[in-house]
Antibody, heavy 115, light 112 residues
């Protein structure tokens, strides 16, 4: 059974930092592209960051470039998102997504940026 | 960026009737290997998105055969035949042919 579980969400002040983690199992993590997709309250879906199988390629949405860093640990089947200089507009549920063509989604981690 | 335009944005449907969602992209979604990188997702109220269809017309395991996808190039359709109460939710098309990968705005399906 595939499981994708995010952790690390919470309330942070503008300008602060947060690190999201994702633990995956039930599929071959080391051969899968992994992504973070976010959904602001009441809004649609937005793909924030992508990382290839061995971590040598990273792709970022322009609005988070220079502030967010995606990384992975294939030995631990884990994905991460380091978020710095957070803004109110980064408030969203962040989903860890893996597998070919966005096959597997986690339950999401809520990040709230507010003073 | 590739813009994904879904229509309609709201879709009231009578139980047992069919529903159809259109998705158009501003660029062709066919990659150099001939794959068309257009996928459909369902998000039921209060739940995470779930993939229904990948590469235009391939239904995921466990997805009822009432769901079907079609289309080519820049023009795609998700059809739901014999709508059931469990189909209520938001439906999104998405392209991962180009970065940034982009989603449509979503279509909210409700029961009349």
């Amino acid at each position: 059974e595939v499981q994708v579980v995010e952790s690390g969400g919470g309330l942070v002040q503008p300008g602060g930092s947060l690190r999201l983690s994702c633990a995956a199992s039930g599929f071959t993590f080391s051969t899968a592209w992994m992504r973070w997709v976010r959904q602001a309250p009441g809004k649609g879906l937005e793909c924030v960051a992508n990382i290839n199988q061995d971590g040598s390629e990273e792709w970022y949405l322009d609005s988070v470039k220079g502030r967010f860093t995606i990384s992975r640990d294939n030995a631990k089947n884990s994905l991460f998102l380091q978020m710095n200089s957070l803004r109110a507009e980064d408030t969203a549920v962040y989903y860890c997504v893996g597998g070919g063509w966005f096959a597997y989604w986690g339950q999401g981690a809520l990040v709230t940026v507010s003073s | 960026d590739v813009v994904m335009t879904q229509s309609p944005l709201s879709l009231p449907v009578t139980l047992g009737q069919s529903a159809s969602i259109s998705c158009r992209s501003t660029q062709s979604l066919v990659d150099t290997a001939g794959n068309t990188k257009l996928h459909w997702f369902q998000q039921r109220p209060g739940q995470s998105p779930r993939r229904l269809i990948y590469k235009v017309s391939n239904r995921d395991s466990g997805v009822p055969d009432r769901f079907s996808g079609s289309g080519s190039g820049t023009d795609f359709t998700l059809k739901i035949s014999r709508v059931e109460a469990e189909d209520v939710g938001d439906y999104y098309c998405m392209q991962d042919r180009y970065w940034p990968h982009t989603f449509g705005r979503g279509t909210k399906l409700e029961i009349k």
